[in-house]
């Protein structure tokens, strides 16, 4: 599918900021001062940041509100729905943490289930679809939880359970890759079943079914080079995983040690997150002979 840069900024810029709210409602980070305010502000920045790029890839941007009127039968209202519960909880958090100097662990434990429960509504918005064989999986929610972990445990910093999370998060992207590049062919769904016309015999395009492009090929039927994947996928788990944990395990406790493995792992992400995109085979290519 087309990796649109509005999807790729949401995913990648709201789970940081989920996942820092969750490290800090679970108590990792600075007790209080500066860097206490600092990163109380910084979460609920990144997850409205990553909000606000998601409205861009609306159809009609303006038109946002009905994203939270389907919330019975569709996940994307049921994210809606719980980011902004979440942060009007976090919200409450953070005042009375500044407030009376001390953190609530009731508040912060609330926070960090309804950050949690909102990174889970994100991904179950692919994991459901059926048109996308390789996000249907449960590796793709790990995915989406691990990423938030292990990114706001290094924003935190919780140092003692970054690491465990990128090896975790390693381990699931390594799978994810080798599993999603046997979904297409597993999900039986050929040329034959797109077109219906399967009991004629073996078929093959003649002529695509037209000549110009339209919506469907820009968006859904994206084809990246098995050679640059490979590249990408390599260099993304590197900065993602690799860099940031050897910075926490090697490095003296630091803010530059601190920021440096927080930026790979950022840059790592959105690299994993296009791959993410570019990678997933939409049935409908079959259609247009693109599979």
Request: charged share 10%.
């Amino acid at each position: 599918m087309h990796p649109a840069p509005s999807i790729i900024a949401f995913t990648t810029l709201s789970g940081l900021g989920f996942g820092l709210m969750v490290s800090l409602g679970f108590g990792a980070g600075p007790d209080g001062g500066l860097a206490a305010l600092l990163l109380l502000a910084l979460a609920p920045g990144l997850a409205c940041a990553g909000l606000l790029a998601s409205v861009l890839h609306l159809g009609q941007p303006l038109r946002f509100l009905k994203a939270f009127s389907q919330g019975r039968t569709s996940w994307l209202s049921r994210e809606a729905v719980l980011a902004v519960v979440t942060l009007a909880a976090f919200g409450l958090f953070a005042a009375v943490w500044v407030f009376s100097g001390v953190r609530s662990p009731l508040l912060g434990v609330a926070a960090s289930l309804l950050a949690l429960a909102t990174v889970a509504a994100t991904s179950m918005i692919y994991a459901q679809m059926r048109s996308v064989p390789r996000w249907r999986s449960p590796l793709t929610a790990a995915l989406f939880l691990l990423f938030a972990l292990a990114g706001g445990a290094l924003l935190a910093p919780a140092p003692g359970a970054a690491p465990w999370l990128l090896g975790a998060l390693g381990l699931v992207q390594v799978a994810a890759f080798v599993d999603g590049d046997r979904r297409l062919a597993d999900s039986g769904t050929s040329i034959a079943t797109a077109t219906g016309l399967g009991p004629l015999g073996r078929l093959r395009l003649l002529e695509p079914p037209h000549t110009g492009r339209n919506y469907l090929l820009r968006e859904m039927v994206y084809v990246v080079g098995r050679r640059h994947a490979g590249i990408l996928r390599v260099a993304g788990l590197a900065l993602a995983v690799l860099v940031p944990m050897a910075i926490v395990l090697l490095s003296p406790a630091g803010q530059i040690a601190t920021s440096v493995a927080a930026a790979s792992h950022a840059g790592g992400s959105l690299v994993l997150r296009w791959l993410f995109f570019a990678e997933a085979e939409h049935v409908v290519g079959f259609y247009y002979g693109r599979r």
